[in-house]
């Protein structure tokens, strides 16, 4: 990067942790550090709730899932608002009404401890898990752009992660996540109108839409059935409506976020307007990645965009190999400007019959280019076999780096480190409040003063934040980080959301049967997932319809003294 662009990051970051630090003063009690007063209105409410949502992870990794699968993944969001809308009516007046920190002290006042604990467990094995995972996507960024190693920087960004969370509690979170959005929305603006404008001058906004909807980028909406299909308009409804009703109902990441808001109103049109903003701004973060394929068509891609990964087979006996495949998809390349030009030549003459022959044969070298990708791959695991394998998560950054101008790869480097810090100290926050108020203080420690509540969690978001560190080390092997970070929530989603639907509406079952059925429920899920019956998003569907089937047989056998 240049002077100017580690002037403009630099700059960045100081302005919003300073503006953290100035909005949290004053914190005298847990209530001040993990509610914030209960003060905040409905726009902040708003915009922490997305920005916990949208960490590194859906800046680094949405455009390239869409460079790749095309905008398919944008389903996953399409049972968001009708999940929002079942939120307001049920969830948030109850949480409101018995003025908990957590989500999961109602369970105990409807169940029992026991089931209590279990709930917080599941919460805080997949929090602190995906937490790792997004502490690891900005790390990717130093490590690609500076050559660290990426296990040092993981532990550098972790830490300072750990440090702003813990001197801010959920103040300075919420706060800084409406400026860090602020400047998100705007980079991300810039940064799709250079891809456009980048792409040859006879090549305008609607005729890159074109050419990406020929080669199916455009795949916003797929209608075919299939349960092992991760994306299509069935599993997006119906999967991602009780993903997203597990995600902001009983995640305290984001159950967090609207017990902030000053009331039950400010709460509902906090997680309303969400619900309305959600799918659009997605919508828009893949768009980009849709017109990124379409700039790549037209310049000349790397055969891998892990560009530290092919120095080092460079460097390796694979070296002469992976050159020579090199060479052979730069001819490749060669050949799809040529077609893609004649594509968009035929588009806007309308010449339908030009347009599918062009489209034949730009599908079919871009076919060949792909196979040449994986003979890559492979050259690049025989060379390192710890290497990993998928670029998914480097094709914006590469882009950004080499073809935007000084100062903006810098403010959208910033961008993914804005929202890094804006997801994860959410989450640490999260797990902090769910470990002292819901295990801690109630099982430990039940009578001591504020002051040393508010230590204990402070130390607590300390500890989480090494362990999301740890994780952050593995997280390499994980593939495209937004996939990863949605398959482990639905490990976990379903049977936490089943608890709380019975919790409720169903008042006949009591803690004992929720608490057996939820524990084989869990088996259950890991297990379907590890046979690969079905794609992740259903196991949202199944875990919860698990625990309330399960619940009502085990409640049958149960001795009557023991049903409650």
């Given at each position: 990067m240049s002077v100017l662009?580690?002037?403009?990051?630099?700059?960045?970051?100081?302005?919003?942790?300073?503006?953290?630090?100035?909005?949290?003063?004053?914190?005298?009690?847990?209530?001040?550090?993990?509610?914030?007063?209960?003060?905040?209105p409905w726009y902040i409410v708003l915009l922490s709730i997305i920005g916990t949502q949208a960490s590194a992870i859906t800046f680094i990794s949405a455009?390239?899932?869409?460079?790749?699968?095309?905008?398919?993944?944008?389903?996953?969001?399409?049972?968001?608002?009708?999940?929002?809308?079942?939120?307001?009516?049920?969830?948030?007046?109850?949480?409101?009404?018995?003025?908990?920190?957590?989500?999961?002290?109602?369970?105990?006042?409807?169940?029992?401890?026991?089931?209590?604990?279990?709930?917080?467990?599941?919460?805080?094995?997949?929090?602190?898990?995906?937490?790792?995972?997004?502490?690891?996507?900005?790390?990717?960024?130093l490590s690609s752009l500076l050559g660290w190693n990426i296990y040092w920087t993981n532990i550098v960004m972790g830490g300072v992660l750990i440090i702003y969370t813990m001197s801010g509690g959920t103040k300075a979170v919420s706060?800084?996540?409406?400026?860090?959005?602020?400047?998100?929305?705007?980079?991300?603006?810039?940064?799709?109108?250079?891809?456009?404008?980048?792409?040859?001058?006879?090549?305008?906004?609607?005729?890159?839409?074109?050419?990406a909807g020929?080669?199916?980028?455009?795949?916003?909406?797929?209608?075919?059935?299939?349960?092992?299909?991760?994306?299509?308009?069935?599993?997006?409804?119906?999967?991602?409506?009780?993903?997203?009703?597990?995600?902001?109902?009983?995640?305290?990441?984001?159950?967090?976020?609207?017990?902030?808001?000053?009331?039950?109103?400010?709460?509902?049109?906090?997680?309303?307007?969400?619900?309305?903003?959600?799918?659009?701004?997605?919508?828009l973060i893949l768009l980009i990645g849709a017109l990124?394929?379409?700039?790549?068509?037209?310049?000349?891609?790397?055969?891998?965009?892990?560009?530290?990964?092919?120095?080092?087979?460079?460097?390796?006996?694979?070296?002469?190999?992976?050159?020579?495949?090199?060479?052979?998809?730069?001819?490749l390349a060669a050949v799809k400007q040529q077609q893609v030009k004649a594509l968009a030549d035929a588009l806007a003459a309308k010449d339908e019959n030009t347009v599918r022959a062009?489209?034949?044969?730009?599908?079919?070298?871009?076919?060949?280019?792909?196979?040449?990708?994986?003979?890559?791959?492979?050259?690049?695991k025989k060379a390192d076999p710890a290497a990993d394998d998928n670029d998914t998560n480097y094709i914006f950054l590469h882009f950004v780096v080499h073809n935007l101008p000084k100062g903006l790869v810098g403010l959208l480097i910033a961008i993914i480190f804005l929202a890094s810090w804006g997801s994860v100290a959410a989450a640490l926050n999260s797990l902090a409040s769910t470990t002292v108020v819901d295990v801690y203080k109630r099982m430990v420690n039940k009578d001591d003063s504020d002051e040393h509540y508010l230590k204990v969690s402070k130390w607590w978001t300390l500890i989480w934040g090494i362990f999301c560190i740890v994780v952050a080390q593995f997280a390499s092997q994980l593939g495209s980080l937004i996939e990863a970070v949605n398959v482990l929530g639905s490990l976990f989603y379903g049977v936490i959301l089943g608890i709380f639907m019975i919790a409720f509406y169903i008042k006949r079952l009591g803690g004992t049967a929720t608490f057996w059925s939820a524990v084989i429920s869990e088996a259950l899920i890991i297990t379907i997932y590890k046979w690969d019956i079905v794609s992740f998003l259903w196991l949202n569907v199944i875990g919860c319809g698990l625990v309330i089937i399960l619940a009502f047989l085990i409640h049958c056998c149960l001795p009557e003294k023991i049903k409650r």
């Open positions: 662009d580690w002037i403009v990051l630099s700059a960045t970051l100081a302005v919003i942790i300073l503006y953290g630090v100035w909005k949290s003063r004053g914190q005298k009690n847990i209530h001040s550090y993990f509610l914030g007063n209960q003060s905040m455009p390239g899932q869409a460079y790749t699968d095309g905008m398919r993944f944008v389903q996953y969001y399409f049972g968001l608002p009708l999940a929002m809308v079942v939120l307001c009516i049920t969830f948030v007046p109850i949480f409101h009404k018995l003025k908990v920190f957590t989500a999961y002290e109602f369970l105990e006042q409807r169940f029992d401890l026991k089931t209590r604990t279990l709930t917080s467990i599941l919460f805080l094995v997949q929090r602190g898990l995906s937490t790792g995972i997004s502490i690891y996507a900005p790390s990717i960024i706060y800084t996540q409406t400026l860090q959005l602020a400047i998100v929305f705007t980079g991300m603006f810039l940064a799709g109108w250079m891809v456009v404008h980048l792409l040859p001058k006879d090549i305008g906004f609607s005729d890159a839409l074109h050419v020929k080669m199916d980028r455009l795949n916003v909406v797929v209608t075919d059935f299939d349960w092992k299909d991760r994306y299509n308009i069935w599993s997006g409804v119906i999967g991602g409506f009780f993903l997203a009703l597990s995600y902001f109902g009983t995640d305290q990441s984001q159950v967090g976020r609207y017990l902030t808001a000053r009331s039950v109103t400010e709460s509902r049109l906090g997680l309303l307007m969400n619900g309305l903003v959600k799918v659009p701004m997605q919508f990124v394929f379409v700039f790549y068509l037209y310049f000349r891609s790397p055969i891998f965009f892990n560009e530290a990964q092919l120095d080092k087979t460079y460097q390796s006996a694979q070296g002469p190999a992976l050159k020579k495949l090199e060479a052979h998809y730069n001819e062009t489209q034949r044969n730009l599908q079919a070298t871009e076919s060949a280019a792909a196979s040449l990708r994986e003979q890559a791959v492979k050259l690049i």
